[in-house]
Each structure stands twice: as structure tokens, then as C-alpha cells.
């Protein structure tokens, strides 16, 4: 499911967030769909109703909202290609490092630090295991309380 991108991050079309993530929807009311997420587990938020986009860090928790877009594909050139977001949010040299390590992704895997960092994890590329994604993002919302 979704395409694989040159960046790490997969676009699955809309999804809702209810359905998907729902641990995490009632705390992010303005985002209701996702339509994709990177490879080290980031989710790339939309609302509905206004065209708004958003990341959730799902470590941290929260959700960086970066404006109104008419179609997901001008989200990903002005925000997901972005030198800064490349850099900090999906790391492609980092990914690189654990994909060497532990192999490509499946459909709906992403790359785990396990422990969690909120929990005193590190993020060296041999403290990851691959996961599915939305147990992923049940999982750390669960850490966090978010039930």
C-alpha cells in the first residue's frame, strides 16, 4: 500500500484518521485524514474540511501544521521536500543506515527505535526493528496515555 518515494516516506491516498490512527484523532481534532507517513514513523495529516497540513511526531507527541494545500502533491514539494524537513523530519542518510541493517520495508512497515525515546531509547540505526505501522502508532499512543 502507498507509493514509494526516492525521500523515505510513503503516500497512501486519504485515509481517515478515525479508522486508522484513532487513538490519536480526538487529541488532533483540526486533522481527520492521513495520507501517508515516513519511514521513521512520522504522519503526514490532513483536514477535510479546510485543506490544512500537518506532521505529527508521534514521539514527542504533536502535530507541526504547515498550511493549506489544494492537492497533497504541492504538500510534498513545498513541505516534504524541503531542506529542513529532509534534514530533521525524514533523515534520509539515517534511514539509509538502518535499511542497510535491516533490509527494505514492507507495505505498511516503518522503522521502530526501540525502546521508544520518550522512554530512554536511543535512535542509533541498531536500536531499530521494522513494525507495521498503524500497531506502530496504536502502540506509542498507548505509551503516551493517548487511549
Do not use: C, N
Not at 501544521?65 to 516534504?80: I, M, P, S
Not at 520518550?118 to 541498531?126: A, N
Amino acid at each position: 500500500m502507498g507509493a514509494v518515494t526516492s525521500v523515505p516516506f510513503r503516500l497512501i491516498g486519504d485515509q481517515r484518521m478515525d479508522r486508522v490512527m484513532p487513538a490519536w484523532a480526538e487529541h488532533y481534532p483540526p486533522f481527520d485524514t492521513v495520507v501517508g507517513y515516513s519511514d521513521l514513523g512520522h504522519a503526514f495529516l490532513m483536514s477535510s474540511r479546510t485543506g490544512e497540513y500537518g506532521i505529527l511526531d508521534p514521539y514527542s507527541p504533536g502535530v507541526k501544521a504547515y498550511g493549506v494545500f489544494t492537492e497533497v502533491t504541492d504538500f510534498v514539494t513545498r513541505v516534504l521536500f524541503d531542506p529542513s524537513v529532509i534534514t530533521y523530519v525524514l533523515q534520509p542518510g539515517h534511514v539509509a543506515d538502518i535499511r542497510r541493517r535491516l533490509g527494505l520495508l514492507a507495505d505498511d512497515e516503518v522503522y521502530i527505535a526501540t525502546p521508544y525515546p520518550f522512554l530512554g531509547g536511543s535512535e542509533t540505526p541498531d536500536a531499530y526493528q521494522k513494525g507495521g505501522v498503524w500497531v506502530f502508532f496504536d502502540l506509542v499512543a498507548q505509551a503516551h496515555g493517548l487511549e
